[in-house]
C-alpha cells in the first residue's frame, strides 16, 4: 500500500535557522509530490510540487524541496526561516488514480522570534 | 480567485443525529474529496467523487456517506454521528484536465460530537 513518511511531528526553531522536514514515501509508480502547508486558522494550501523534471523545486515563500528518486525522499527545506512560517506542514503522494493524494501526518513548525 | 466553500466552520451535534457537511466549489472541477484531519494522523481520504452521481470509497469510508448531485457540490453525511467521528473535515476540488493536478482545499468544518 502507498505511503508517506513524515520524520519529525514537532520541530521548533529560532527565527533564522535553517529547516529541513523529511518526507519518505513508499509507491511503485510515477509520482507526483507536494508539500501543502496550513497556517494557524488557515486552510491548507500548495507550497510547491514536484511531477518531473528537475528535481530540484521551488515553492512559494522561499521553500524548496529535492525528490531523490534513490531514497524514495522528498526533503522540504528553507534557508533561514521566520517566525510566519509557524504552521503545520504535509507531505503528499499522487496515487491510485483520480488524483488521490496519500498525505503523511504532518509535521507542525513553530519558529521563535 | 480559486475557491472552496464549506457550510460551517464550527458544527457541534449530539451522537445519533444525521449530520450534513456541504462543499461547493466554483471552478467547475470534475474530483472532489473529503478527508478527515486528525492530530498525528493527518489527512485521511474518506470518500472522492470523480463526475457527478459517481462515488468512491477512500481509506476511512466506514459510517460515511456521500452525495453528489451536481457537478458544484459535495456533500458528506454522517448517518448516525458518534464520538469518535469528531474532528476536523476538509472538503477538496482538482481538475482532470491539463497537467494541473492540485487539489485545492476548503477552510473545514470542525465537528464536535457530544
Known amino acids: 500500500a502507498q505511503s508517506v513518511s513524515q520524520h519529525n511531528h514537532h520541530v521548533i526553531l529560532s527565527e533564522a535557522a535553517s529547516l529541513e522536514l523529511g518526507c519518505n514515501y513508499s509507491?511503485?509508480?510515477?509520482?507526483?509530490l507536494f508539500w501543502y502547508v496550513q497556517y494557524p486558522g488557515q486552510h491548507l494550501q500548495l507550497l510547491l510540487k514536484y511531477f518531473s523534471g528537475d528535481p530540484l523545486v521551488k515553492g512559494i515563500k522561499g521553500f524548496e524541496a529535492e525528490f531523490i528518486k534513490s531514497k524514495f525522499s522528498f526533503n522540504l527545506r528553507k534557508p533561514s526561516v521566520q517566525w510566519s512560517d509557524t504552521a503545520e506542514y504535509f507531505c503528499?503522494?499522487?496515487?491510485?488514480?483520480?488524483?488521490?493524494?496519500?498525505f503523511g501526518a504532518g509535521t507542525r513548525l513553530a519558529v521563535h522570534p | 480567485d480559486v475557491k472552496v466553500t464549506q457550510s460551517s466552520r464550527y458544527l457541534v451535534k449530539r451522537t445519533g443525529e444525521k449530520v450534513f457537511l456541504e462543499c461547493v466549489q466554483d471552478m467547475d472541477h470534475e474530483n472532489m474529496f473529503w478527508y478527515r484531519q486528525d492530530p498525528g494522523l493527518g489527512l485521511r481520504l474518506i470518500y472522492f467523487?470523480?463526475?457527478?452521481?459517481?462515488?468512491e470509497k477512500g481509506d476511512i469510508p466506514e459510517g460515511y456517506s456521500v452525495s453528489r448531485e451536481k457537478k458544484e457540490r459535495f456533500s458528506l453525511i454522517l448517518e448516525s454521528a458518534s464520538t469518535n467521528q469528531t474532528s476536523m473535515y476538509l472538503c477538496?476540488?482538482?481538475?482532470?484536465?491539463?497537467?494541473?493536478?492540485?487539489?485545492?482545499f476548503g477552510p473545514g468544518t470542525r465537528l464536535t460530537v457530544t
Open positions: 467523487s470523480y463526475d457527478v452521481k459517481m462515488k
Open positions: 477538496a476540488s482538482s481538475s482532470s484536465s491539463g497537467a494541473n493536478y492540485e487539489q485545492y
Open positions: 503528499a503522494v499522487m496515487g491510485g488514480g483520480y488524483n488521490k493524494l496519500i
Open positions: 509507491y511503485g509508480g510515477t509520482v507526483n
